[in-house]
């Protein structure tokens, strides 16, 4: 599982293309036109007119072509001159596409760097939505139309944490997109998505919803629609649609080991860009609610220490002090399984409900407590923005093995201040092979709590392990490497 998820952190690339300056423009590849529609038997009674179809959500492939041509005129390509673009090339990359490829994210630009992308109009006097990491960095940013312009454009603002960027250029008339309603979309709806990749500009490619609500190891809040439709570099912020011709999503990331389209991509739902934009117009920024809490998922094994029937809610692995949750009594090893109207079934539900209240509103918020559920007024309070950094409302993966066969130590005053902790013992040694090894704990982690009762020694470890009930897990509260997050500790027979 950890080395899973270590491939995962590596593969993630975000999809703009990166090119020197001196490649040539490809030249545009037109749409292609639309079928003719077929006759209606007007000789013949028995023989009923020809109806369209319905659009349907999944089924059988479905015909495109009236879509894509209603809507690439509203696609733009976005050449990005000066940005701070990507890392080494990937490995084994043949020499004919590395100039694709050069310059891909956190990469420290060499010489003239030109970076392209992908957009899209959202009104007619010149608004476009695209990527944060498309213009990052931008000295100057230039939007290609479909009609052979290429316009200047100003950034009004963006925001990291969502990777939204609203631009605008200085024309009218242009042609528009429809916002869909992301909140409706179900894994295996048939979408499409149109965009520039490898600066191929107005490239339409189609697939499926494969899951949704998806949770990345990048520090954002966004709950990404994951497809399987091809997206590539200079994709990024580009449109992904569903059947009716509507934006479900800004196309933004991909997982690859090679720098290319390999089966998955993520966008960001339409629902989240569409508030950000709203924010970015009216003030240039973006404002959004804080809980202050440490989330991570729960596994089976922490399901059955909690004693629940099933693994459902956000567990609170911490609280940092004075925030909105602290306030209001919420505690490490509650599960939040409500917030206002909203349900809580993972723990990648609760940011973005969180970050979509308004600050200062009061909100009811639904938890488990040893067993029994109870609501909590929390005071909502705004997020700040560290260098793009969602700081506490950030995501806590959850591991999903056991540990025991340590050796601990209890903290002095000193570790108990450099930690920020109350109590608590660090693991000095772990025995090989032992539930704590296969675990991924190692010497240095720090066990704050076991079944939610605290630890400030060993013997006190001792005590509350021997105690515990042996025909389920132990829910143990650890810190690793600054971070506190529950793991489910199964003991050796």
């Known amino acids: 599982m950890r080395s899973n998820k270590r491939a995962l952190v590596a593969g993630l690339l975000m999809c703009s293309a990166v090119v020197l300056a001196s490649v040539p423009v490809m030249a545009e590849v037109a749409p292609p036109a639309a079928p003719p529609s077929a006759p209606i038997a007007a000789t013949t009674p028995a023989v009923p007119a020809v109806v369209p179809a319905p659009v349907a959500t999944g089924g059988s492939p479905p015909e495109l072509t009236t879509l894509i041509k209603q809507n690439s005129a509203a696609v733009v390509n976005i050449s ?28 420290k630009p060499q010489g003239r760097m030109q970076a392209t992308g992908s957009g899209f109009i959202v009104s007619a006097d010149g608004y476009i939505v695209t990527n944060a990491h498309v213009v990052e960095d931008a000295k100057s940013i230039k939007v290609g139309l479909s009609d052979k312009r290429d316009l200047p454009a100003e950034v009004i603002g963006t925001d990291k944490l969502s990777d939204i960027a609203l631009l ?8 528009t997109v429809q916002l869909g309603d992301s909140s409706g979309l179900e894994v295996g709806q048939w979408v499409v998505a149109i965009g520039a990749p490898f600066g191929l500009d107005h490239t339409a490619t189609q697939g499926i919803v494969s899951a949704l609500s998806r949770s990345l190891p990048d520090g954002t809040y966004v709950p990404f629609i994951q497809t399987d439709v091809a997206v590539n570099p200079g994709n990024s912020g580009g449109p992904l649609f569903d059947l009716n011709g509507r934006v479900v999503g800004v196309n933004s990331q991909i997982y690859s080991r090679s720098g290319g389209y390999m089966g998955i991509s993520f966008a960001i739902p339409i629902n989240v860009a569409k508030n950000v934009v709203d924010q970015l117009k009216s003030g240039g920024q973006v404002s959004r609610g804080w809980l202050g809490v440490e989330i991570q998922n729960i596994s089976q094994e922490l399901a059955s220490s909690f004693n629940l029937n099933q693994p459902s809610g956000a567990l609170v692995a911490s609280v940092q002090r004075g925030s909105p949750a602290d306030k209001a009594g919420i505690q490490a090893g509650d599960i939040i399984i409500g917030f206002g109207e909203g349900v809580v079934k993972t723990a990648s539900d609760l940011p ?44 806590a993966t959850a591991q999903e093995k056991g540990m025991l066969g340590v050796a601990v130590a209890t ?14 013992v660090m693991i000095e040694d772990v025995l090989v092979d032992s539930p704590a090894e296969q675990a ?13 009762a605290p630890v400030r020694s060993a013997e006190e470890l001792k005590s509350v392990v021997s105690s515990a009930p042996t025909d389920k897990p132990l829910a143990m509260l650890v810190m690793q490497a600054g971070k506190t997050r529950f793991i489910a500790v199964n003991r050796k027979p």
């Open 411 to 424: 903290l002095d005053a000193a570790g108990l201040k450099e930690n920020k902790l109350e109590y608590g």
């Open 352 to 395: 973005l409900l969180v970050g979509n209240t308004p600050v200062g509103k009061q909100v009811p918020v639904k938890i488990q407590r040893a067993g029994a559920e109870k609501t909590l007024d929390v005071t909502i309070d705004k997020l700040a923005d560290k260098d793009g950094k969602p700081g506490k409302l950030a995501m």
């Open 168 to 175: 605008k250029v200085k024309a009218d008339n242009l042609p």
């Open 440 to 452: 991924g704990l190692k010497q240095g982690d720090i066990i704050i709590s076991v079944n939610n």
């Open 80 to 107: 990005v001159e000066g940005g701070s673009m990507a890392n080494a090339l990937p490995e084994g990359l043949p020499p004919e596409f590395e100039r694709f490829f050069r310059g891909l994210p956190e990469m």
